[in-house]
């Protein structure tokens, strides 16, 4: 029996790739009014990092359910690996299709998956052992609260601008490294085998490419607010 999250739904429910478009353009723009509406300019330097770092917030959430979770994911997956084996990304089209209730969206039962459907791809994120796993709930943990900070300092200069500068360095070298090293040991741990080059492209390389062009983008805004001592990047 293919294995779902267990909570009953409650009132309307909303495909889960609606919703994460909603949550991704609704809270960007948000942040991208807000930064006009103080500064009366659009900058793409915040805009582009608004958008990543809302999705990162996003990620982060699930990052968490991954540890919280990890149970189910891995029930899940066992659940549905060999029924998807070779159509892996059939199983991702219906992850992204099924109807989230909207009273549970907060819930991390309801994301798990997300996760058991990359396993389809890496096995490590059913396994506590494994780098990806830790790396990944590391990244829940240490990067959610970081991230508000950046994005919302980008606009409201809650602190001085080289105090943002070091904490945005910190917070996307770790981003960058991390991807870095989780890509080798894809690589390394023959992963990719037995997928098509176009299912990783799309599921694997693309996603995570954001993590490697938005940290350096990141970075070099980072080391602009040290050197420059204002938030003249963002203006």
């Known amino acids: 029996m293919l294995m779902e999250s267990t909570t009953q739904p409650r009132g309307p429910a909303v495909p889960a790739a609606a919703i994460i478009g909603t949550v991704v353009i609704g809270a960007t723009l948000f942040h991208v009014w807000l930064h006009q509406r103080v500064h009366g300019v659009y900058n793409p330097t915040q805009i582009g990092l608004a958008f990543f770092l809302v999705i990162n917030v996003l990620v982060a959430w699930w990052e ?9 994911i891995h029930a899940e997956y066992e659940a549905t690996k060999e029924r998807y084996r070779g159509t892996e990304m059939t199983r991702i089209a219906e992850i992204f299709a099924r109807p989230i209730p909207l009273l549970n969206v907060l819930s991390f039962s309801q994301w798990t998956t997300i996760w058991s459907g990359y396993s389809l791809f890496d096995p490590g994120y059913s396994d506590r052992r494994s780098f990806g796993y830790n790396i990944d709930v590391g990244n829940g ?6 991230a508000l900070v950046f994005a919302s300092g980008m606009t409201f200069e809650w602190m001085p601008a080289r105090v943002l500068g070091i904490i945005g360095i910190i917070l996307f070298w770790q981003m960058f490294y991390g991807t870095a090293v989780y890509f080798f040991q894809f690589f390394n741990n023959d992963r990719h085998k037995g997928h098509s080059l176009r299912d990783l492209v799309v599921f694997v390389g693309i996603t995570n490419l954001m993590w490697f062009v938005f940290p350096l983008w990141g970075l070099w805004a980072s080391v602009e607010l040290i050197l420059d001592g204002s938030y003249r990047v963002f203006l």
């Open 64 to 72: 968490i359910a991954l540890f919280v979770c990890q149970d189910q």
């Open 141 to 146: 943990f240490t990067t959610l609260i970081p």
